[in-house]
């Protein structure tokens, strides 16, 4: 059986919304540190934790399309795992999941600076990015 790569798109989109999605959140946790409302924080870093379900769960089921056979299995391997500064794609499947990797990968970047600054701001010299410097 080959490998469902509608799917894979579909799929590999989802988790780039909830990126998306966990993006917004936390400006807004930005906003409700500034305020110093902790309840709404609180609320949001549920929220966040829900989007981060999500994601997990949208790579469990890429996952699982390939274990429909080996052939399959390393087909999503090879999508999955390939460096998006050398991938092309044979096919218009290939090509959009690997637009979807990169355009996932540039807002994973401006997510981790925007954790890593919060994280900072929060905690100040107690935070976990001043203990690693």
């Known amino acids: 059986m080959e490998l469902d790569l ?3 798109m579909i799929l590999l989109q989802r988790k780039w919304n909830s990126i998306r999605e966990l993006d917004r959140l936390t400006g807004e946790m930005e ?3 500034e305020r110093n409302d902790g309840i709404s924080a609180a609320m949001l870093l549920q929220l966040r934790q829900d989007e981060m379900l999500k994601i997990e769960r949208c790579m469990e089921d890429i996952w699982q399309l390939g274990e429909v056979s080996p052939t399959a299995s390393a087909k999503l391997r090879e999508l999955i795992a390939a460096d998006l ?5 044979k096919t218009p499947e ?4 690997y637009e979807i990797r990169r355009k996932t990968q540039d807002l994973l970047e401006k997510l981790k600076k925007k954790d890593q600054e919060l994280n900072r ?7 976990y990015q001043q ?3």
């Open 131 to 133: 203990a690693v410097k």
């Open 94 to 97: 290939e090509k959009k999941i």
């Open 31 to 33: 906003e409700t540190f």
């Open 121 to 127: 701001r929060m905690h100040g010299k107690k935070s």
């Open 6 to 8: 509608r799917e894979v």
């Open 85 to 89: 500064e050398k991938a092309v794609g």
